[in-house]
């Protein structure tokens, strides 16, 4: 069935959120938080090389230290084959994937575990890991991408042959993979340009900087059966990937959902949760592992950084005939960054003839990357969105026009082979055109900048159960960790379809054992497939309230209407009968034929695409090259808002973590390879003073995939935000800043180089 | 008959022997896995597993089901995850 | 090295408790304790997450050793509420969604208790830079800083 | 385990017996907010810690005719409370309320900061400008020192063994004088200082500068008192010309390094910008003009 235009009673309101006290008191349990009787402390060992060869592991004196309970290297895992799965957030090599979690010949980044320590306390656990004696053969290391695929570069996987290339190359080399997309004829699209615009941008890796670090309780027993609490974006995947990195059956491991302090998509990997379970195994007791903050960026992965190259070609008119981009990313010492997105997502939002995208995933010595909020797209669109403002300029056009003349709509082909469907980017742009932000007189000294951002949204597999309690309330249960509210939103859904109030609908999230396999909660898919799941399972209790009704009734289930929480006869020949609400059809669920629910399982195909557009003033000091955000707007089509202050929060949250990026947020390496800034006051994070209040504007062009409409919200507010604040610090210094941070010392020295 | 192409430049050239766009008789998405795998030895295991497909324009992450028509355009781009 | 013998009071209650002298306030709050509302981010000092009361002021409970508890006063998360009643910061921090993954709330709800207690009419900037210290990754502030005003007009008795 | 001893002291004997005792590193605690953060990293492993907060004349304030006498632990937020010293000393009291959070202000003290002897230190610039006067008690009883004379490069002190910090003294306010700190950081709060300056003048009836003390902070190993600087403002109105020459004199002094917090370059030139907007404020300050808190 679909809601999209009937009259809605709960979906669209703002009720507070079932797990809000929790929160708000300190009693929500966060994995860090979870205790267990005779529990060890875990700690890990990590490399202070960014490249190095281990010769020799001597756990003798740790062993030996009084408490120490057990003591795991990379011999105490399965190697396992080379093999490519497509499980969690993207293709996943799982031989990376375990030698990312403990080394076994090589360190391939500071911070690459080695080995790990379980003991009665995490001092001893600390001392002990210390006291583990790894002998070192270090290697030349590289760390900057371009530096990585050049020919003498220092080789990470000597058996890593660039694939994408022809012909087969012969030699190992750092470039995992080439892609290219390719749409017309791009040297005649650029013959026909009058203009043509060229741009060198570069971005750097920024972490998803979470507030809770990494952490987990595992318990294994002798019969092999093990239990997990973890923080996770998916209880699901932890199960999937544990089981394959350590070899077991998926039914002996129960993997409990605790709270997530946010991910981002930086939880949605492992890390920690195997060394655990191996302690655990060795042990025989309860073993918790918990991050510091310096392990998680040391050990982590952001995004990755990159290098950016567009050209764009114009007729005079402003019509956009031609565009290419070469696209380099780290991949970090593991391949697999989001090149393959990035390479999508930069032209997606406009409909050109002749497109030409080639991009390289690249391995260097740093953190394997992690998804990180539309995985690519932020890094792509920084350079096109930035080339396209100077694209404007040469053509004496405004940039929005620019944007609005040349924008994606319904029908238009993409370079990467999908048509564009029930898009909102042309309305997303004159919903700007009209704001009194954009159309404000701009304040002196400040200067105002535009970007735009897309992102896909996925779908994928959910599980949701509906139960009717035998009083009439309803427990939801889902398999999707709720990371910003989605509790709120799948019980809207669910009370909108059952016609009763939202408080009368509790959610919670089931642990793997509990309920249906569910994807991660992570490229904007929990309103859209958990909801699809949450809300079909509703449709189905509802279907069967009315058979109860009917029976009871002694009429056709088919003259029975459900509306406003009860059962109605449907139309005078149904009969005439007193409605049937929801508590007395549920106390009489044992006579019409037991409890009243249902689990649905989808795999949900047809996530709307979401655009957004972001415009933003800033004031820059140029003494000091401090820029200041004086004023920020963000309009995005949501689809349609369950819970508007929450989509509100996703769109304000996204482009905060875009103002960091943008501005300050950086990886500082020193020769040897090391990170220098592992912590939160060197790597600098937006504070509550450094921004403003984010107005975001929600556009709803439902998505028909949808019952309600919904279209992804989470991962598009972080695409402007670069350009849209490099644009603006252009239109306040005539200086264009290709790239980032644009920290004060960069944006000083380049205004005197300007002069 | 349906048409099948390649993004190209992809890493799955390699197994086409470089074709980037070749016909296939195949009602269902199912059966397109199987015709591939069946022609170029490979591809349709690293399809089902790496690659998400545009069918006359909409994007299927896993689509067994999906119905192809005569003349229907698929195009397989990499999948896509998220944050 | 023996442990220390602590007496102390904490939200209200008399406690006494055994520490290691290196343990911080944080580590005994959640691992001596049980009292896990305090949230260990970063153990340096800059992300908030750990934010308590001593003696009715705000400090990082991971920068203050366990043992100089003794003879303070000290106000947790845990005892910001009064029996079932909410703080007003609380109820607007529900009403106004200011929080996401509720990771920071914590040290949030009482960094802004304290600053409504020093200062029952702050500016949005005087907020704003109170609150400074206490990271959130998600909200991007803003709804935080609606509900703290917003919390503080009630409490002013100024709105409901 | 490493055995880590704790002793809270309450009188100044007890608390020198016990520095001077001990057998391993012994740590003062005072505010703990670089301390409990260097432990944590493993970058100092104490075997004493002497908490000397119980120390009559470590916590309090006390307004005479010769000045200030401030118990040199007490914490930031306590200093910043007391509005008289506010009225006489804004400069100082700003800078030591630009030390981390709010959180850390709870905890912060004068001490800590200028034992941590870090050249970043936002409050010492500021007691160098005012020429603050350190009372250090040890095993050869008190002694005064001059502000400047305690720091002996990045992490080290010219304090004896036995010896720490009870009081900072500062000279009573003259007529027409005024202090400002400021400080540059990329963000606008929770930063270390990527220059720091402090300005304290006096100046006559005409506003031209009698009197005049000038620091920089984290542009050389230890904070700078720069007499240039002075020599710069003394004699003179804060007039373009000596505006430039202050500017020209900060940079000049400046001996950085390259780290992730800065280049020398850039350090440098701030330190000019820094020097002339510090020194703007501290002359209005002299003049009465109400200055807003500079954040």
């Given at each position: 069935m679909n809601y999209i235009d009937s009259n809605l009673k709960v979906v669209g309101t703002r009720p507070l959120r079932p797990?809000?006290?929790?929160?708000?008191?300190?009693?929500?349990?966060?994995?860090?938080?979870?205790?267990?009787?005779?529990?060890?402390?875990?700690?890990?060992?990590?490399?202070?090389?960014?490249?190095?060869?281990?010769?020799?592991?001597?756990?003798?004196?740790?062993?030996?230290?009084?408490?120490?309970?057990?003591?795991?290297?990379?011999?105490?895992?399965?190697?396992?084959?080379?093999?490519?799965?497509?499980?969690?957030?993207?293709?996943?090599?799982?031989?990376?994937?375990?030698?990312?979690?403990?080394?076994?010949?090589?360190?391939?980044?500071?911070?690459?575990?080695?080995?790990?320590?379980?003991?009665?306390?995490?001092?001893?656990?600390?001392?002990?890991?210390?006291?583990?004696?790894?002998?070192?053969?270090?290697?030349?290391?590289?760390?900057?991408?371009?530096?990585?695929?050049?020919?003498?570069?220092?080789?990470?996987?000597?058996?890593?042959?660039?694939?994408?290339?022809?012909?087969?190359?012969?030699?190992?080399?750092?470039?995992?993979?080439?892609?290219?997309?390719?749409?017309?004829?791009?040297?005649?699209?650029?013959?026909?340009?009058?203009?043509?615009?060229?741009?060198?941008?570069?971005?750097?890796?920024?972490?998803?900087?979470?507030?809770?670090?990494?952490?987990?309780?595992?318990?294994?027993?002798?019969?092999?059966?093990?239990?997990?609490?973890?923080?996770?974006?998916?209880?699901?995947?932890?199960?999937?990937?544990?089981?394959?990195?350590?070899?077991?059956?998926?039914?002996?491991?129960?993997?409990?959902?605790?709270?997530?302090?946010?991910?981002?998509?930086?939880?949605?990997?492992?890390?920690?949760?195997?060394?655990?379970?191996?302690?655990?195994?060795?042990?025989?007791?309860?073993?918790?592992?918990?991050?510091?903050?310096?392990?998680?960026?040391?050990?982590?992965?952001?995004?990755?950084?990159?290098?950016?190259?567009?050209?764009?070609?114009?007729?005079?008119?402003?019509?956009?005939?031609?565009?290419?981009?070469?696209?380099?990313?780290?991949?970090?010492?593991?391949?697999?960054?989001?090149?393959?997105p990035?390479?999508m997502c930069?032209f997606a939002l406009y409909d050109?003839?002749?497109?030409?995208?080639?991009?390289?995933?690249?391995?260097?010595?740093?953190?394997?990357?992690?998804?990180?909020r539309a995985p690519?797209a932020p890094?792509?669109s920084?350079?096109?969105?930035?080339?396209?403002?100077?694209?404007?300029?040469?053509?004496?056009?405004?940039?929005l026009?620019?944007r609005v003349k040349n924008a994606a709509k319904n029908g238009t082909k993409t370079?990467y082979g999908p048509t564009h469907a029930n898009i909102g980017f042309e309305q997303v742009l004159a919903v700007a055109a009209k704001h009194p932000h954009w159309?404000?007189?701009?304040?002196?000294?400040?200067?105002?900048?535009i970007a735009c951002g897309f992102w896909f949204n996925i779908g994928g597999e959910s599980t949701a159960?509906v139960?009717?309690?035998?009083?009439?309330?309803v427990?939801v249960?889902t398999g999707s960790?709720d990371i910003g509210g989605s509790r709120a939103s799948m019980g809207m859904m669910v009370a909108e379809v059952l016609g009763i109030p939202v408080?009368?609908v509790?959610t919670?999230?089931?642990?793997?054992?509990?309920?249906?396999?569910t994807h991660l909660t992570g490229g904007s898919r929990v309103t859209f497939a958990t909801g699809m799941a949450a809300t079909q399972a509703a449709e189905r209790v509802v279907g069967?309230?009315?058979?109860?009704?009917?029976?009871?009734?002694?009429?056709?289930?088919?003259?029975?209407e459900w509306k406003d929480g009860?059962?109605?006869?449907?139309?005078?020949?149904?009969?005439?009968?007193?409605?049937?609400?929801?508590?007395?059809?549920?106390?009489?669920?044992?006579?019409?034929?037991?409890?009243?629910?249902a689990?649905v399982s989808v795999n949900a195909q047809g996530a709307g695409a979401g655009f957004g557009a972001h415009i933003?003033?800033?004031?820059?000091?140029?003494?000091?090259?401090?820029?200041?955000?004086?004023?920020?707007t963000a309009i995005q089509d949501v689809g349609k808002a369950i819970h508007p202050s929450y989509v509100e929060g996703q769109i304000q949250g996204g482009a905060?973590?875009?103002?960091?990026?943008?501005?300050?947020?950086?990886?500082?390496?020193?020769?040897?390879?090391?990170?220098?800034?592992?912590?939160?006051?060197?790597?600098?994070?937006?504070?509550?003073?450094?921004?403003?209040?984010i107005e975001a504007v929600l556009v709803e062009v439902p998505n028909p995939r949808h019952p309600f409409g919904v279209r992804g919200v989470g991962e598009v507010p972080i695409v402007p935000?670069?350009?849209?604040?490099?644009?603006?610090?252009?239109?306040?210094?005539?200086?264009?800043?290709?790239?980032?941070?644009?920290?004060?010392?960069?944006?000083?020295?380049?205004?005197?180089?300007?002069? | 008959?349906?048409?099948?192409?390649?993004?190209?430049?992809?890493?799955?050239?390699?197994?086409?022997?470089?074709?980037?766009?070749?016909?296939?008789?195949?009602?269902?998405?199912?059966?397109?896995?199987?015709?591939?795998?069946?022609?170029?030895?490979?591809?349709?295991?690293?399809?089902?597993?790496?690659?998400a497909v545009a069918i006359d324009g909409e994007i299927f992450q896993d689509a067994?089901g999906v119905e192809?028509?005569?003349?229907?355009?698929?195009v397989?781009i990499?999948k896509i995850g998220g944050g | 090295?023996?442990?220390?013998?602590?007496?102390?009071?904490?939200?209200?209650?008399?406690?006494?408790?055994?520490?290691?002298?290196?343990?911080?306030?944080?580590?005994?709050?959640?691992?001596?304790?049980?009292?896990?509302?305090?949230?260990?981010?970063?153990?340096?000092?800059?992300?908030?997450?750990?934010?308590?009361?001593?003696?009715?002021?705000?400090?990082?409970?991971?920068?203050?050793?366990?043992?100089?508890?003794?003879?303070?006063?000290?106000?947790?998360?845990?005892?910001?509420?009064?029996?079932?009643?909410?703080?007003?910061?609380?109820?607007?921090?529900?009403?106004?969604a200011?929080?996401q993954?509720?990771?920071?709330?914590?040290?949030?709800?009482?960094?802004?208790?304290?600053?409504?207690?020093?200062?029952?009419?702050?500016?949005?900037?005087?907020?704003?830079?109170?609150?400074?210290?206490?990271?959130?990754?998600c909200?991007g502030?803003d709804k935080?800083?609606?509900?703290?005003?917003?919390?503080?007009?009630?409490?002013?008795?100024?709105?409901? | 385990?490493?055995?880590?001893?704790?002793?809270?002291?309450?009188?100044?004997?007890?608390?020198?017996?016990?520095?001077?005792?001990?057998?391993?590193?012994?740590?003062?605690?005072?505010?703990?907010?670089?301390?409990?953060?260097?432990?944590?990293?493993?970058?100092?492993?104490?075997?004493?810690?002497?908490?000397?907060?119980?120390?009559?004349?470590?916590?309090?304030?006390?307004?005479?005719?010769?000045?200030?006498?401030?118990?040199?632990?007490?914490?930031?937020?306590?200093?910043?409370?007391?509005?008289?010293?506010?009225?006489?000393?804004?400069?100082?009291?700003?800078?030591?309320?630009?030390?981390?959070?709010?959180?850390?202000?709870?905890?912060?003290?004068?001490?800590?900061?200028?034992?941590?002897?870090?050249?970043?230190?936002?409050?010492?610039?500021?007691?160098?400008?005012?020429?603050?006067?350190?009372?250090?008690?040890?095993?050869?009883?008190?002694?005064?020192?001059?502000?400047?004379?305690?720091?002996?490069?990045?992490?080290?002190?010219?304090?004896?063994?036995?010896?720490?910090?009870?009081?900072?003294?500062?000279?009573?306010?003259?007529?027409?004088?005024?202090?400002?700190?400021?400080?540059?950081?990329?963000?606008?709060?929770?930063?270390?200082?990527?220059?720091?300056?402090?300005?304290?003048?006096?100046?006559?009836?005409?506003?031209?500068?009698?009197?005049?003390?000038?620091?920089?902070?984290?542009?050389?190993?230890?904070?700078?008192?720069?007499?240039?600087?002075?020599?710069?403002?003394?004699?003179?109105?804060?007039?373009?010309?000596?505006?430039?020459?202050?500017?020209?004199?900060?940079?000049?002094?400046?001996?950085?390094?390259?780290?992730?917090?800065?280049?020398?370059?850039?350090?440098?030139?701030?330190?000019?910008?820094?020097?002339?907007?510090?020194?703007?404020?501290?002359?209005?300050?002299?003049?009465?003009?109400?200055?807003?808190?500079?954040?």
């Amino acid at each position: 069935m679909n809601y999209i235009d009937s009259n809605l009673k709960v979906v669209g309101t703002r009720p507070l959120r079932p797990d809000g006290v929790d929160k708000v008191t300190g009693r929500a349990m966060y994995s860090a938080d979870t205790r267990a009787a005779g529990m060890l402390w875990g700690k890990i060992l990590r490399s202070p090389h960014a490249h190095a060869r281990i010769v020799k592991i001597d756990t003798s004196k740790a062993a030996a230290l009084p408490g120490v309970k057990a003591i795991v290297t990379g011999a105490d895992f399965p190697d396992i084959p080379n093999e490519e799965a497509f499980v969690g957030e993207g293709p996943m090599n799982f031989r990376d994937l375990a030698r990312n979690v403990i080394a076994r010949d090589k360190v391939l980044y500071e911070g690459h575990a080695v080995a790990a320590v379980a003991a009665t306390s995490s001092a001893i656990a600390e001392e002990a890991a210390a006291l583990i004696d790894v002998t070192y053969d270090i290697l030349p290391h590289v760390i900057d991408v371009e530096a990585a695929m050049a020919d003498n570069a220092p080789i990470l996987h000597e058996d890593m042959f660039t694939v994408g290339v022809d012909p087969k190359p012969t030699k190992p080399s750092n470039i995992a993979k080439v892609i290219r997309f390719k749409k017309g004829d791009i040297d005649a699209g650029f013959a026909a340009a009058d203009v043509v615009f060229e741009g060198r941008y570069t971005t750097q890796p920024v972490h998803q900087a979470y507030i809770e670090p990494h952490a987990c309780l595992a318990t294994a027993n002798a019969d092999g059966q093990v239990t997990i609490f973890a923080s996770s974006q998916g209880h699901f995947m932890i199960r999937a990937y544990v089981a394959k990195l350590l070899a077991m059956d998926m039914s002996n491991i129960r993997v409990n959902p605790a709270e997530i302090g946010g991910g981002f998509g930086g939880k949605t990997l492992i890390y920690i949760e195997p060394v655990a379970v191996r302690l655990s195994q060795k042990s025989g007791k309860p073993v918790k592992i918990q991050m510091t903050r310096e392990e998680v960026f040391r050990g982590t992965g952001p995004t990755s950084g990159a290098v950016v190259e567009v050209k764009l070609g114009a007729k005079k008119d402003g019509t956009i005939v031609a565009a290419s981009q070469v696209l380099k990313f780290q991949a970090g010492a593991f391949q697999g960054s989001p090149v393959g997105p990035g390479a999508m997502c930069g032209f997606a939002l406009y409909d050109i003839e002749n497109i030409d995208v080639l991009g390289y995933d690249v391995v260097s010595n740093r953190p394997k990357v992690a998804a990180y909020r539309a995985p690519g797209a932020p890094i792509t669109s920084f350079g096109v969105e930035s080339a396209l403002d100077d694209l404007a300029a040469k053509l004496g056009m405004c940039p929005l026009s620019l944007r609005v003349k040349n924008a994606a709509k319904n029908g238009t082909k993409t370079h990467y082979g999908p048509t564009h469907a029930n898009i909102g980017f042309e309305q997303v742009l004159a919903v700007a055109a009209k704001h009194p932000h954009w159309t404000s007189p701009l304040k002196a000294g400040h200067g105002r900048g535009i970007a735009c951002g897309f992102w896909f949204n996925i779908g994928g597999e959910s599980t949701a159960t509906v139960h009717i309690n035998e009083d009439g309330s309803v427990t939801v249960a889902t398999g999707s960790p709720d990371i910003g509210g989605s509790r709120a939103s799948m019980g809207m859904m669910v009370a909108e379809v059952l016609g009763i109030p939202v408080d009368k609908v509790r959610t919670t999230i089931a642990d793997t054992a509990s309920i249906g396999f569910t994807h991660l909660t992570g490229g904007s898919r929990v309103t859209f497939a958990t909801g699809m799941a949450a809300t079909q399972a509703a449709e189905r209790v509802v279907g069967e309230l009315k058979k109860r009704a009917a029976m009871i009734w002694e009429i056709s289930p088919d003259a029975v209407e459900w509306k406003d929480g009860a059962a109605y006869p449907a139309g005078t020949n149904a009969g005439q009968f007193e409605p049937l609400d929801l508590a007395t059809l549920a106390l009489r669920a044992a006579r019409t034929g037991g409890p009243v629910n249902a689990e649905v399982s989808v795999n949900a195909q047809g996530a709307g695409a979401g655009f957004g557009a972001h415009i933003c003033d800033v004031s820059v000091d140029k003494e000091t090259g401090h820029v200041t955000i004086e004023r920020y707007t963000a309009i995005q089509d949501v689809g349609k808002a369950i819970h508007p202050s929450y989509v509100e929060g996703q769109i304000q949250g996204g482009a905060t973590q875009g103002i960091g990026w943008a501005l300050n947020e950086e990886y500082i390496y020193n020769d040897k390879g090391q990170l220098e800034n592992p912590g939160f006051l060197d790597y600098r994070c937006p504070v509550a003073s450094d921004v403003p209040m984010i107005e975001a504007v929600l556009v709803e062009v439902p998505n028909p995939r949808h019952p309600f409409g919904v279209r992804g919200v989470g991962e598009v507010p972080i695409v402007p935000p670069m350009a849209a604040i490099a644009n603006a610090i252009k239109g306040a210094t005539s200086i264009r800043m290709p790239d980032l941070p644009m920290s004060p010392p960069r944006l000083r020295a380049a205004i005197d180089k300007a002069g | 008959m349906p048409t099948v192409v390649l993004s190209s430049g992809s890493s799955m050239q390699a197994l086409t022997g470089g074709q980037t766009e070749f016909e296939v008789e195949a009602t269902t998405f199912r059966r397109l896995v199987l015709e591939l795998e069946q022609r170029f030895p490979g591809l349709g295991k690293q399809v089902e597993e790496g690659m998400a497909v545009a069918i006359d324009g909409e994007i299927f992450q896993d689509a067994y089901g999906v119905e192809l028509r005569p003349g229907s355009e698929i195009v397989l781009i990499p999948k896509i995850g998220g944050g | 090295m023996a442990k220390q013998y602590v007496s102390t009071t904490i939200n209200g209650e008399p406690t006494e408790f055994l520490c290691e002298t290196q343990q911080t306030m944080l580590d005994v709050l959640r691992d001596v304790i049980g009292l896990t509302g305090a949230k260990e981010g970063c153990a340096s000092g800059d992300c908030g997450a750990c934010s308590i009361q001593v003696d009715g002021r705000l400090v990082c409970s991971c920068l203050m050793l366990g043992v100089e508890a003794e003879g303070t006063s000290i106000t947790t998360v845990e005892g910001v509420a009064q029996g079932d009643k909410l703080h007003p910061v609380q109820q607007k921090f529900l009403e106004h969604a200011a929080l996401q993954c509720g990771f920071c709330t914590p040290g949030l709800i009482v960094a802004a208790k304290a600053l409504l207690e020093e200062n029952p009419n702050p500016t949005e900037t005087e907020a704003r830079y109170w609150l400074a210290g206490n990271l959130c990754r998600c909200t991007g502030y803003d709804k935080i800083i609606r509900a703290v005003m917003d919390a503080a007009a009630v409490m002013r008795g100024e709105a409901a | 385990m490493s055995s880590l001893s704790y002793a809270a002291p309450s009188s100044v004997d007890e608390a020198v017996k016990l520095l001077a005792g001990s057998s391993g590193l012994a740590k003062v605690l005072s505010g703990g907010t670089d301390l409990l953060v260097q432990m944590r990293a493993g970058r100092l492993k104490p075997a004493l810690i002497v908490d000397v907060k119980k120390v009559p004349g470590a916590i309090g304030m006390q307004k005479s005719a010769s000045g200030w006498v401030i118990g040199a632990s007490t914490p930031g937020a306590v200093v910043e409370a007391n509005a008289e010293l506010k009225a006489d000393w804004p400069g100082l009291v700003e800078a030591l309320d630009l030390i981390g959070s709010t959180q850390v202000q709870g905890r912060c003290s004068l001490a800590g900061n200028l034992c941590n002897a870090s050249p970043a230190a936002d409050s010492v610039p500021a007691m160098y400008a005012a020429g603050a006067i350190c009372v250090v008690v040890g095993p050869n009883g008190k002694r005064e020192v001059p502000v400047e004379q305690i720091p002996a490069g990045p992490g080290r002190t010219n304090l004896a063994a036995g010896e720490f910090i009870l009081e900072i003294k500062l000279p009573a306010r003259q007529a027409r004088s005024g202090d400002a700190y400021l400080r540059f950081i990329p963000r606008t709060e929770m930063d270390i200082a990527v220059v720091g300056c402090g300005v304290n003048v006096t100046l006559d009836a005409n506003g031209v500068c009698t009197a005049a003390r000038v620091s920089l902070g984290a542009v050389a190993p230890t904070v700078l008192l720069v007499d240039d600087c002075a020599k710069a403002l003394v004699g003179n109105k804060l007039d373009d010309a000596t505006l430039a020459k202050l500017d020209a004199a900060a940079q000049a002094a400046c001996k950085p390094i390259n780290d992730k917090r800065g280049t020398v370059e850039f350090r440098t030139k701030i330190a000019g910008v820094l020097a002339r907007r510090t020194a703007a404020i501290a002359f209005d300050r002299a003049m009465g003009k109400s200055t807003a808190k500079a954040h």
